[in-house]
């Protein structure tokens, strides 16, 4: 199982990013996706999950309303697209899912929300 994220970068508050996270090795389309985030300093935090069913995705509040979470099951591919970002958005940004019973992450891609 490989997560590869990609589309961190310096953004100025009010801007907008898009991550993207390319998987390989499993069954993508069956697999739920979740983006997590590590701030410096705090403990790893869930940001998103597209589930593999294909329900409503789901938030955290703290991004509710200017993140969205889609999948490209084609691509094998998830997003996150991110509006309005606030500096405390800045983290580093994980993907992950889970396969028979074993947690995989990415390696992340950083954002940085500073004027």
């Known amino acids: 199982v490989q997560l590869v994220e990609s589309g961190g970068g310096l953004v100025q508050p009010g801007g907008s990013l898009r991550l993207s996270c390319a998987a390989s090795?499993?069954?993508?389309?069956?697999?739920?996706m979740m983006w997590y985030r590590q701030a410096p300093g705090k403990e790893r935090e869930w940001v998103a999950v597209f589930t593999s069913a294909g329900g409503m995705p789901t938030y955290a509040d703290s991004v509710k309303g200017r993140f969205t979470i889609s999948r490209d099951n084609t691509k094998n591919t998830v997003y996150l697209q991110m509006n309005s970002l606030k500096p405390e958005d800045t983290a580093v940004y994980y993907c992950?899912?889970?396969?028979?019973?074993?947690?995989?992450w990415g390696k992340g891609t950083l954002v940085t929300v500073s004027s």
């Open positions: 090795g499993f069954t993508f389309s069956s697999s739920d």
């Open positions: 992950q899912t889970t396969y028979y019973g074993m947690d995989y």
